[in-house]
């Protein structure tokens, strides 16, 4: 499975970009979406944990984001387990997002958001949501930019407090 535009491609990770992918990491992504430092052994697991979604068709859809030149800059996912994410109801899938550091403002991210939501409606989902922290100024703009909504805030069970984007599909 892979989706396509002039510019990037988003394919499922494979096993071999773990390195790259942890190499990737910075303290910006640490911050807004992991909540700790990563290792090979933890990027590992993840990719397999991701694969294996893949293969029993789960809730989650993983893609990396390659340039044009091949090159890992990032990596967009959708989740739809609706039941587990606040602010979500069924038929929706939550989209995250992060770009290595030198791939930053160079537009990955907006398409990446573009082609997955493409993917999405293509999945028979009704609504594409993204959830930013509201101190994470950099990605509140990415949803407006994808034609997103805001509609409001939650707080998760975790007591964080994020921003709602909705795209009907």
């Known amino acids: 499975m892979e989706l396509h535009d002039e510019v990037i491609t988003l394919r499922p990770f494979k096993i071999e ?5 942890l190499e990737g990491e910075d303290n910006e992504q640490v911050k ?3 909540g700790g430092k990563s290792t090979l052994e933890g990027v590992q697991n993840w990719i397999e944990k991701n694969q294996k979604q893949w293969g029993e068709n789960g809730h989650i859809y993983n893609f ?6 091949n090159k890992l800059v990032g990596m967009v996912e959708a989740n739809s387990d609706y039941k587990n994410l606040e602010g979500l109801q069924e ?6 997002y992060g770009l290595y550091p030198f791939a930053r403002s160079k537009g ?10 493409e993917f999405l409606k293509d ?7 993204i ?6 100024e950099n990605s509140l703009k ?24 909705i795209k009907n599909l």
Request: aromatic share 8%; net charge neutral.
């Open 123 to 129: 999945k028979n989902f009704e609504r594409a949501v």
């Open 108 to 117: 990955y991210a907006t398409r990446a958001v573009n082609l997955i939501t």
């Open 32 to 34: 807004w979406l992991s």
């Open 131 to 136: 959830r930013v922290n509201p101190e994470n």
């Open 64 to 69: 990396a984001i390659v340039d044009s030149n």
């Open 17 to 21: 970009d773990a390195q790259e992918h």
């Open 142 to 165: 990415l949803p407006l930019r994808c034609g997103f909504i805001e509609q409001g805030e939650v707080t998760t069970k975790s007591s964080e407090r994020l921003k709602i984007f």
């Open 91 to 96: 038929k929706d899938a939550n989209i995250s």
